[in-house]
């Protein structure tokens, strides 16, 4: 029998990693819920028509497909190699594959909004906090399997919700003490470079080489652009347009000045514009910094688009977002506009293990261990602990009779602070032996005074 192994780009979560993870989705879903989102779950697995075409052609290839049952039927073998065929060549088919599981939870809340918009109230916000999947190549910071965390807004076109998403953003951070540089960009100021390189058809080969600068740095991303037919003109205005830098209010400046009077780039730059004047005002602004490299290439996005670094730590995006007015019609309902945020919890896990900023009380969840020192004693132990479990204290008793420095050094390894000890004596005199163990301090307690015993 071979040694058990996980899929690749996957992981068990023991108990102190599971409590950590807990507190970033509960500290997170605190502010959603603060700002007056709802929670939605949506299924692991979507129909396959459902997701593809949806992520541009890079994210096509991420997803992870399921293939149907019954591919064992003898009866439909010639369609099933036929359609193995298809799949090897890059293609779907239908009798192999009709199923797939979630790449991101914005497509399924589209389809979702799209099945149920004649129920909802408008606008309506959600947050949701479920896995996603993509057939990525695993590495430090990207996994196979990884969570999400959403908030959405649909039936709006207000910028007041890019305002509040990025409040969001900074307020989720700083509750996890953690420092962040919130980028800020706009579609549409893309889109009017696309135009100033030539036309709005260039914008998806723009987008898609802007987005890899700094995994490959210009000299490759104008490789591509070359290779995607941009002239050195164009390849200069793009260099220009990326090398742009200075305070907010400068970069906004030189990126006027480049794009001139295209109305798209002059749309782009006036909503940047609202959204930072909010945020002059609230002080939220010291987070937020004007990013033209910032090009999220999905093509969904068409307005405001987000991504949040974390500052000072070795890792990429643990965040992201931006407006998509058209994404309902994808399926058949149009005119919902709606923007979006997202969370990368498992980057944001190791973003605040390697900084140490997880509080040191996370993971003692049992406060109380009750010894365990023979039969009768138990059984008055244990009435003890359950009156201490009304009160919600978290209590455990030793499963067996067993020698006191076992016990002890039990309590040790799980981080349990506190012990209590009722043995024949103490039985006799009603009361309790509570020992602390990390100042060392020992309480005699009567057993009526035991519930409001402050551990």
């Not at 298809?86 to 979630?102: D, F, H, P, Q």
Request: aromatic share 10%; with cysteine.
């Amino acid at each position: 029998m071979s040694k058990p192994s996980l899929p690749q780009g996957t992981r068990d979560f023991n108990a102190a990693t599971v409590q950590k993870r807990q507190y970033i989705f509960q500290t997170i879903r605190s502010v959603f819920e603060t700002y007056g989102f709802q929670p939605l779950e949506t299924p692991s697995m979507e129909n396959l028509e459902t997701l593809m075409g949806k992520y541009g052609e890079e994210g096509d290839k991420l997803i992870f497909k399921i293939l149907n049952n019954g591919l064992d039927n003898p009866q439909k073998r010639a369609q099933i190699n036929e359609g193995f065929e298809k799949v090897v060549a890059g293609k779907n088919s239908t009798a192999i594959t009709e199923r797939a599981l979630r790449y991101d939870l914005t497509i399924p809340f589209a389809r979702y909004v799209a099945m149920n918009h004649g129920q909802l109230t408008f606008p309506f916000k959600r947050y949701q906090i479920q896995p996603v999947w993509r057939a990525d190549r695993p590495q430090k910071g990207r996994y196979r399997e990884f969570y999400q965390c959403d908030a959405d807004v649909v039936g709006s076109d207000s910028l007041i919700n890019e305002v509040d998403l990025l409040a969001i953003y900074v307020t989720a951070f700083e509750k996890l003490q953690l420092p962040v540089e919130i980028k800020m960009n706009n579609r549409k100021i893309l889109l009017g470079l696309a135009q100033v390189c030539g036309g709005e058809d260039k914008l998806i080969d723009l987008t898609i080489a802007i987005d890899k600068l700094d995994k490959i740095g210009w000299e490759k991303v104008k490789e591509e652009l070359n290779n995607k037919g941009f002239d050195l003109q164009q390849q200069d205005i793009v260099e220009r347009y990326l090398t742009i830098s200075g305070t907010n209010a400068e970069k906004i400046n030189q990126l006027a000045i480049l794009l001139g009077e295209n109305e798209n780039g002059k749309k782009g730059i006036e909503e940047l514009n609202y959204v930072l004047s909010y945020h002059n005002a609230t002080g939220m602004d010291k987070h937020l910094v004007a990013d033209f490299t910032l090009a999220r290439g999905l093509n969904y996005y068409t307005g405001l688009i987000f991504e949040v670094k974390a500052i000072d730590a070795q890792m990429g995006s643990i965040g992201g977002g931006g407006r998509y007015n058209d994404l309902t019609s994808l399926f058949g309902v149009p005119n919902i506009p709606g923007v979006g945020i997202s969370f990368g919890v498992d980057r944001i896990y190791d973003v605040l293990e390697e900084k140490n900023l997880f509080p040191a009380s996370i993971d003692q969840s049992t406060q109380v261990l009750f010894f365990n020192l023979g039969e009768e004693e138990a059984k008055i132990a244990y009435q003890q602990m359950m009156l201490l479990r009304a009160k919600k204290i978290a209590c455990e008793m030793y499963p067996e009779k067993s020698k006191f420095d076992k016990q002890f050094k039990y309590a040790e390894k799980k981080g349990i602070p506190n012990v209590v000890i009722i043995g024949t004596d103490e039985v006799a005199k009603k009361e309790c032996s509570i020992k602390n163990l990390l100042s060392g301090k020992q309480s005699n307690v009567s057993f009526n005074d035991l519930p409001d015993f402050q551990f």
